[in-house]
């Protein structure tokens, strides 16, 4: 099923990755468990290579499409 995302569409985690990247100028590697399945976000923009920038409570990240999906 086709997506269409724009910025400020909330999005729920659908599961997680192996890892998370922070999305700041210079990304880091942090642990997967820093969000949850079920867990809601905005997204801010989108970025190189598939990966959406997206606001959860604690902080923003770095997610590919396949791992949430849009809350209408």
């Known amino acids: 099923m086709e997506q269409t995302l724009k910025v400020g569409d909330k999005i729920r985690v659908t599961k997680l990755p192996p890892y998370l990247k922070t ?15 079920g867990e ?5 923009s989108p970025k ?7 606001r959860f409570t ?5 997610l590919e499409n396949q791992y949430f999906e849009k809350v209408e």
């Open 23 to 37: 999305a700041e100028p210079m990304p880091m590697l942090k642990s997967a468990s820093e969000i949850a399945i």
């Open 40 to 44: 809601e976000g905005i997204i801010l």
């Open 48 to 54: 190189p290579s598939g990966y959406w920038a997206i």
């Open 58 to 62: 604690q902080k923003a990240f770095l």
